[in-house]
């Protein structure tokens, strides 16, 4: 039976969890997910224990903070005057903003973690950050990529 090489297209199911079982990504039962294996889209570590599966096994893989979104940052929370959201909407504790920076060409996302009268205090970490995730996956199909020919 054919094995996944580097390149294949692959259709997958996977559940992710964080060592507490709360579980912060998975596939609809209906719709899998598909991926070239060692492309970009995904973490490599991610992508790189699915080399050797056949169709149909299974297997958990753990991969440590610094090997995922890296350690939690106290330098990415910045403590902001005068932000303003739309509508002029009142930052809230826990929310999600996304962030203009000067010099960052891409918007970044942060959460609010502290809001007062004149000032929030956002955490841009990544909110995967520092965690240790676990992925349950099976492989569902194995195609060859026709741009490998």
């Known amino acids: 039976m054919r094995t996944i090489r580097q390149g294949d297209i692959v259709t997958v199911q996977y559940t992710g969890t964080l060592d507490d079982g ?11 997910a598909s991926f ?11 992508s790189d224990a699915f080399i050797g599966m056949k169709e149909g096994e299974e297997k958990t893989i ?9 350690p939690w940052d106290q330098n990415k929370v910045q403590k902001l005057s005068g932000i303003i959201l739309g509508d002029g909407e009142v930052p809230q504790v826990g929310q999600v903003v996304k962030l203009k920076m000067e010099n960052k060409k891409d918007d970044v996302y942060g959460k609010i973690i502290d809001a007062g009268p004149l000032h929030v205090e956002v955490d841009l970490n990544h909110p995967l950050a520092g965690k240790t995730l676990h992925y349950a996956i099976k492989v569902v199909e194995i195609r060859d990529n026709p741009d490998n020919k």
């Open 36 to 46: 070239m294996v060692g492309a970009d889209t995904i973490l490599p570590h991610i």
């Open 22 to 32: 709360t579980v912060f990504d998975k596939t609809d039962e209906n719709a899998p």
């Open 62 to 70: 753990t991969i440590p903070p610094e090997d995922a979104f890296g």
